[in-house]
């Protein structure tokens, strides 16, 4: 990692998640209600095909289909190149995230390994649940490169939008809007 870098990743490790201070902090250093009137952006990145967007989803109170639709598209599910509505709390979960770590001076876009994915394309996958969030375009895989799997995780639970999985052997967070749960692999 570079020396840019790594104050700011400092700093995000030893601040509110590493503390007790991340149960009454604000999502960014603003009033939630003001953040959540904002236009809400999402920076992300497609490893696997090479793709990335910054879009704005959420404006004027609605959704902005220009960005929604290449919010949508980026997460498709690659193999059955399926493209699905994404459930908008989940992009807010991931916006949330990125605003905090944002907050920190840490701008890097959100890796997204998994986002819907088909029936079809679910039932091939070794250890998939076969009622997945990811079915039901409800769930992402995720990855903010240079931040631990710990800590995204403990971050993303923050929020109670719905299940977390820590999948430290494959340096990622599964992140969901389903029920609330979390599980270690």
Known sequence: MSDVIDPYRRRILTGAVAGAALAVAPIAPVCASDFWAQPRRLRLVRPRTGESIDAVYWKDGQLNVEGYVKVCALMRDVSANKIVQMNPRLLDLLCAIQAWVGAYGYNRPIQ?????????????????????????????DIVIPGLPVSYIGQLAQHYSAGGVGFYYGSGF???????????KK
């Open 173 to 183: 967070v599964h992140v969901d809007t389903g029920r609330i749960r979390t599980w």
């Open 112 to 140: 997204v390994n998994s986002g819907y994915r088909a029936p079809e394309t679910n039932s091939k996958l070794e250890g998939a649940a076969r009622n997945s969030m990811h079915i039901h375009a409800r769930a992402a």
